[in-house]
Nanobody
Framework: QVQLVESGGGLVQTGGSLRLSCAASGSIVSINTMAWYRQAPGKQRELVATITSGGSTDYVGSVKGRFTISRDNAKNSVYLQMNSLKPEDTAVYYC???????????????WGQGTQVTVSS
């Protein structure tokens, strides 16, 4: 099967930076779009940023200019560089990837376990 493992969360002060990483492993044939979502307490999960297999990116308006999504296809990994962090960025951040696997035909979404990001004021 496929696993997505995230790392890089933590506690940071307002204006600080963090870099999240997510590595996919398992019976992978190819990875299409990869993305980062976040969910703050009492709120719905929100799409933060996406990156296609060709490297095209998109961001939710509240993080444009502060966050950068990137990927390393050779490592089946996606990253989220977060700069100028604000208290409202506090949330659990989840990695998502659309993956074609060896074990079953078709492309399916897989999720990481989540990593906590806390920004103190």
């Amino acid at each position: 099967q496929v696993q997505l493992v995230e790392s890089g969360g933590g506690l940071v002060q307002t204006g600080g930076s963090l870099r999240l990483s997510c590595a996919a492993s398992g019976s992978i044939v190819s990875i299409n779009t990869m993305a980062w979502y976040r969910q703050a307490p009492g709120k719905q999960r929100e799409l933060v940023a996406t990156i296609t297999s060709g490297g095209s990116t998109d961001y939710v308006g509240s993080v444009k200019g502060r966050f950068t999504i990137s990927r390393d296809n050779a490592k089946n990994s996606v990253y989220l560089q977060m700069n100028s962090l604000k208290p409202e960025d506090t949330a659990v951040y989840y990695c998502n990837a659309n993956i074609w696997t060896v074990t079953r035909p078709g492309k399916y979404d897989y999720w990481g376990q989540g990593t906590q990001v806390t920004v103190s004021s």
